[in-house]
Structure formats: C-alpha cells, structure tokens
C-alpha cells in the first residue's frame, strides 16, 4: 500500500491548512488511517485517526476541537483540516495507516504497516 500526501506548507498563525492522503488501495491491513506529526527535536506523535468506511474519528487530546480528520471512502483518501494554527503545530506531518482491528481509541497508533513521505507544515 502507498500512501501519497499533499498539501502542506506555510500559513500564518491563525490560520487554516488541509492535508490530503490517498491510499494505492482498500486492505484490512491498512484500513485505519491516521496522521501523525514530528517536529524538529521532538517524537512523532499521533494526531488523529479514521476508520475507512466505519465513519469512526479519533483525535488526540491536543488537537481536538481544532483538527477534523475525514475521509472520502470512494477513492481511499483521507483529510486533515486544520484551523487556528499556531507555531506549535509546525512539523513534518505524515500520513498512516494501520489495522482496522486495531481501529480504536488508544490503540490506532500502536501499529502502523505504512507510512507516507510526510508533508512539512511550517507556521509564522
């Protein structure tokens, strides 16, 4: 499975970005989907996830409220709106995908079986 993402770049504080990411196909190995950044000297971490076609989201605690995942099942992508940027959120951001089982919250960052090339996303 590859996964292939677009959309990233740099924006003022305050602002909004979305990140796209299309899966090369549909398996049960890779049917959770998920974003997760890194930033310059720290871990990567999760942001959020989605089970394709479950209508199922899952947000870590920070980017709640102002991230939306979403997806379009039809053609395998998924979405990340982001809102009310600041220069916290400046990172790699990558794109993930992982078990369908394993689709739930606290365990959608626990496997991950791809990866994509990441996008860097730079806040100002």
């Known amino acids: 499975v590859q996964l292939v993402e677009s959309g990233g770049g740099s924006v003022q504080t305050g602002g909004s970005l979305t990140l796209s990411c299309t899966a090369s196909e549909y398996t049960y190995s890779s049917n959770c989907m998920s974003w997760f950044r890194q930033a310059p000297g720290k871990e990567r971490e999760g942001v959020a996830a989605v089970f394709l076609r479950a209508a199922r989201e899952y947000y870590s605690d920070s980017e709640k409220g102002r991230f939306t995942i979403s997806e379009d099942s039809a053609t395998n992508t998924i979405y990340l709106q982001m809102n009310s940027l600041t220069v916290e959120d400046t990172a790699m951001y990558y794109c993930?995908?992982?078990?369908?089982?394993?689709?739930?919250?606290?365990?959608?960052?626990?496997?991950?079986?791809?990866w994509g090339q990441g996008t860097q996303v730079t806040v100002s």
């Open positions: 993930a995908a992982g078990p369908g089982v394993l689709c739930s919250p606290g365990n959608w960052e626990r496997q991950i079986n791809y």
